[in-house]
């Protein structure tokens, strides 16, 4: 058994009412929390605390809006590496973690080796990105990008079962 799953057989529907409330509300006080749950404020702070200590908890942070801050752009980029050996994984990887404009980036399976997605102002800011960072990428021979004309669904928040 993985690490992962055994780590959720430790925690029981409680702790899951905790997880997806938090995921909501991550601002939410210990005491209104406890209300939610039906649980004490002590045993609430007890089992935030342990949820935190055990990882389930990864951090805390605030959702901005990417309109507001002047990057109303978000593109996926398919990328392509030219040969697909560990050093070469290694490099992109370091590269890509330097990228602010990168907010998320996945080795996935199929026709092309990396979903990278990423917020910019506008095309022309997309077009430097690509030209100064994605295609500077090491190992990078091709890409497909992906312009988001409209957000369906964006949502951080996992489906977690009772």
Known sequence: MDEISENSTKIDRIDRRILAVLQTDGRITNTDLAAKINLSPTATAERFK?????????????????????????????????????????????A????????????????????????VADMAAYRRLLSDVVLSLPGVRETHT?????????THVLPIAP
């Open 96 to 119: 890509v973690a330097r990228a602010p404009e990168v907010l998320e980036c996945h080795m996935v399976a199929g026709g092309f080796d990396y979903l990278v997605k990423a917020r």
């Open 50 to 94: 342990r949820l935190l200590r055990d990882g389930y908890i990864l951090r805390f942070s605030a959702e901005l809006d990417p309109v507001k801050l002047g990057l109303g752009l978000l593109v996926f980029v398919e990328v392509k590496l030219d040969r697909t050996t560990p050093d070469v994984f290694e490099a992109f990887g370091r």
């Open 146 to 154: 992906y312009a988001v004309m409209e957000d369906i669904k964006d």
